[in-house]
């Protein structure tokens, strides 16, 4: 088996493991850099548990090589709060009950932050559209879009 | 087991492809075999950003085989293909789902191949200068060899090109069928029209019966009801998870009539 090593940025910092060939990016944050906030669902792009960011656009880590993120800037969940400040959606998420089972919420707080970041006050159908490549079998999606709106409309302080 | 090849340029891969290869572009289709342990045994892919090109030059606009759904949506010349775009997968498939790997998305996938069929878009092999018709790569997309960019005309004015995807799931859901309508018209008489369903057959397909009722005449309510009338004249539509062949066909003249209802009533 031929390993490639990778060096990337993960969440600001820079990183360095090797990828087995044909490895996907989920699995080589877990088992190889030791980043578990990327969640396994389906392992075919359809259920979202394992959004992350790349070079600052979300993409299913489930479907893309390992190998091809040598130089490139990840995001995860992992970075999202600072030290033992939660980001202003961590906090939303909690107050507004936004989580049940929790297993899509590393993925819906990567989507819902990198909607955020390019578009600070998003309309609820901007953020319906935001979340649709994120499956949630708990909740409905309305506590996670009234957690997204209230950060976004201020009313979670950021 | 799967060994990765990495190239720099798409000529480098041509040479490289051959025996059990497949050739990767956004890997929002060949990763999941992969994932699956199901993958080919060589995985061919190609790092060079021109294929990421959008280049335009009057009403043709060459798309590079590269360029993601989410660089459709954010190129303006690129406007009318913007609601097809839209409509493929979630956010995150569309950062990653490329213009010429959804020329190679089998059942239900391929929306946008639907759409750059109606258009009558020409591929642009490696290698090549000149470029075939795209109906060409979907007849038999075994053969298709890799792909460089994809040539497509953008329509006269904003009447002449309407698509509709059907889905039971919004606003992200598979296509029960997606249609792509081309009616240019010539003295107010619709000339050269291309009606081709999504989902609706191993690949796009044109709908010739639709074409027919279509063609020469105005759009208008009677128009209308011809075309719907002969939709699936042809057609064969296969049943699957999200619809059977049985429903889709009852369907499809539906669709077809809300679609070019709402072209004929755009201003």
Redesign the interface.
């Known amino acids: 088996?031929?390993r490639k090593p990778v060096t990337f940025t993960l969440n600001g910092q820079s990183r360095s493991a090797f990828a087995e060939?044909?490895q996907?990016l989920l699995d080589f944050l877990r088992r190889g850099v030791g980043d578990m906030t990327p969640k396994f669902g389906c392992?075919?792009?359809t259920c979202?548990a394992c959004?992350v960011t790349i070079d600052g656009?979300?993409?299913?880590a489930?479907?893309?090589?390992a190998?091809?993120v040598d130089g490139h800037e990840v995001g995860t969940a992992a970075g999202l709060a600072d030290g033992g400040t939660l980001d202003p959606l961590q906090q939303s998420f909690m107050d507004h009950f936004a989580a049940q089972c929790g297993y899509c919420s590393p993925g819906m707080l990567v989507?819902a932050r990198a909607l955020l970041d390019r578009n600070p006050r998003p309309t609820r159908d901007e953020v319906?559209?935001?979340i649709?490549?994120?499956l949630c079998r708990c909740t409905g999606y309305e506590p996670i879009i009234t957690a997204i709106l209230a950060v976004a409309e201020g009313r979670i302080r950021a | 087991?799967?060994?990765?090849e990495?190239y720099r340029t798409l000529e480098e891969a041509a040479r490289a492809m051959g025996g059990d290869a497949v050739y990767?572009g956004g890997?929002?289709l060949v990763?999941?075999a992969?994932?699956?342990g199901a993958?080919p045994p060589r995985?061919i892919?190609v790092g060079d950003p021109g294929l990421r090109q959008v280049r335009s030059s009057g009403d043709r606009i060459t798309l590079g085989a590269g360029v993601t759904m989410?660089e459709v949506l954010a190129h303006r010349d690129l406007a009318f293909l913007h609601p097809v775009a839209r409509l493929i997968?979630?956010?995150?498939?569309r950062?990653?789902a490329t213009v010429a790997g959804n020329l190679f998305a089998a059942h239900p996938y391929g929306d946008f191949a639907a759409a750059l069929l109606a258009l009558d878009a020409r591929v642009i092999g490696a290698g090549q200068t000149g470029a075939r018709p795209v109906a060409e790569i979907l007849r038999d997309r075994g053969r298709a060899g890799l792909i460089a960019g994809i040539e497509v005309t953008r329509p006269r004015d904003r009447r002449a090109f309407g698509f509709a995807k059907v889905s039971r799931v919004k606003?992200?859901g598979v296509s029960v069928m997606s249609i792509a309508a081309h009616l240019p018209r010539e003295s107010g008489r619709i000339r050269d029209a291309r009606v081709v369903f999504g989902a609706m057959g191993a690949t796009p397909l044109r709908a010739s019966g639709a074409e027919r009722a279509l063609e020469g005449r105005t759009l208008d309510a009677a128009v209308i009801a011809d075309a719907a009338a002969a939709a699936t004249e042809g057609l064969d539509p296969p049943t699957d998870a999200l619809a059977s062949a049985w429903y889709r066909r009852e369907v499809a003249g539906v669709h077809l009539t809300r679609l070019l209802n709402e072209m004929e009533q755009r201003r």
């Not at chain 1, 656009?57 to 299913?60: I, R, V």
């Not at chain 1, 489930?62 to 090589?65: G, I, P, R």
């Open positions: 088996m031929t060939d044909g996907n392992g075919q792009g979202g959004t656009q979300t993409q299913l489930c479907l893309v090589l190998e091809a989507s319906i559209e935001a649709s490549g994120n | 087991m799967t060994i990765v990495t990767m890997g929002t990763m999941r992969v994932n699956e993958g995985l892919r989410a997968g979630g956010p995150q498939v950062n990653m606003p992200k």
